[in-house]
């Protein structure tokens, strides 16, 4: 990982694999590669068999890509996984391993020997003569078994993962660096007068991770609703197939009549107004000094005709769609027409890239520390 010169991002997702690789020249980030690959069907689709589709996905990947003195960081979903943040008392630096330990049995529930857990101090806390007196910690832990599981695909294409992060968090990290959030991250966090906040709604095909973030502090909350469940209503409304009604949802637009598959999907358009007002209600009660600015969506869900528009509406707030990375260079990939045309999807995995370069907020990882061990072992063997 040392000897690294660039970063591959890469996030399998229920619809399609999505790669990014980044490297540095000097302070600009570079795009260098990307790749996204589709799957013949969604994998929670019904008859689809998601081990063998994500198997030939990474071998593709695997195959087409030079993954050579490359670090590798892969992103997990948000519900996979546990996030908390606490602040602890004004305490010596050296200390705080001690007090996350205890806070981490409080916090996780589960024997700590079940998961793999890291942390970090959040950015802005105030560091005095080796002492942290107004800081906040980051929390973050899988169960083990399900990290193990999310590795052995990865093992068997012959991918060996550096970095797993939480897409949330990954997520963070992007929108922190490529939208110039909290640029000065060594000026003391005034919880008092905090800066803006901004939700970002990144809509997955099962769920939708919505976090929010100012640069210097993050919430996020996995809400269990995302691009599927607009084609199982049209499914029950239209009464069609799965792979028909994902056609009809993709190609709403084109439809003999585009106002009454809008209609069909109304409750889902509804219940997802109603789960981000409920969200952003929870983060207001529990920072009451916050100020949320604007909504940023993210994935391929955004695509689907009228919806921006909708959530803008009804929650009375500027939406935009992500549609480029403003410090991102390397138009070889940026001015792709793939990339351009998936960009909303290559968030999660520009972030994992910057946090590989050092250039994101988070640092934690959660790949296990035996198997990182073990590899450094069988490296040094002749």
Excluded at 166 to 185: C, E, F, G, H, W
Excluded at 250 to 259: G, L, S, T
Aim: overall charge negative.
């Amino acid at each position: 990982m040392a000897n690294a010169t660039s970063v591959w991002g890469i996030e399998i997702g229920q619809s399609a694999l999505k790669a990014l690789r980044c490297r540095l020249d000097g302070d600009q980030v570079v795009a260098e590669a990307f790749d996204y690959i589709e799957y013949p069907k969604i994998l929670s689709q019904p008859e689809s068999d998601p081990e063998t589709m994500v198997r030939e996905a990474l071998n593709t990947f695997v195959k087409r890509n030079d993954l050579k003195k490359t670090t590798v960081a892969l992103s997990v979903p948000g519900q996979s996984g546990l996030a908390k943040f606490f602040k602890p008392p004004p305490v010596e630096l050296k200390k705080i391993p001690d007090i996350v330990k205890y806070e981490a049995r409080q916090q996780i529930p589960f024997d700590l020997n079940d998961v793999i857990w890291d942390y970090q101090l959040m950015a802005g806390g105030e560091i005095s003569d080796g002492f942290a007196l107004e800081s906040e910690v980051g929390l973050f832990a899988m169960k083990r078994d399900a990290v193990y599981r999310l590795l052995k695909p990865l093992q068997a294409a012959d991918l060996e993962i550096d970095l797993l992060q939480l897409a949330p968090l990954s997520i963070y990290n992007m929108v922190t660096y490529d939208k110039r959030l909290a640029d000065d991250q060594d000026t003391p966090y005034d919880s008092e007068h905090p800066p803006k906040s901004m939700v970002v709604l990144a809509m997955g095909t099962d769920a939708t991770d919505l976090i929010v973030t100012n640069g210097y502090r993050v919430w996020q909350r996995s809400m269990p609703l995302g691009g599927n469940h607009f084609t199982r209503q049209l499914t029950k409304e239209l009464k069609l197939t799965f792979a028909k009604a994902e056609h009809l949802k993709r190609n709403a637009m084109e439809a003999d009549d585009p106002k009454l598959i809008f209609q069909a999907m109304r409750p889902v358009f509804n219940d997802l107004v109603t789960e981000v007002q409920r969200s952003m209600g929870f983060f207001r009660s529990i920072n009451k000094k916050a100020e949320i600015g604007s909504i940023l969506m993210l994935g391929n869900s955004v695509k689907l005709p009228g919806l921006s528009q909708y959530l803008s509406k009804n929650l009375a707030m500027d939406v935009d769609v992500l549609d480029s990375f403003t410090q991102l260079d390397g138009t070889e990939v940026t001015e792709a027409a793939a990339f351009k045309d998936h960009i909303a999807a290559f968030g999660p995995v520009y972030g994992l890239c910057l946090q590989g370069l050092g250039r994101g907020p988070i640092s934690t990882s959660l790949v296990p520390k035996e198997v990182l061990k073990e590899r450094l072992i069988r490296s040094k063997k002749p």
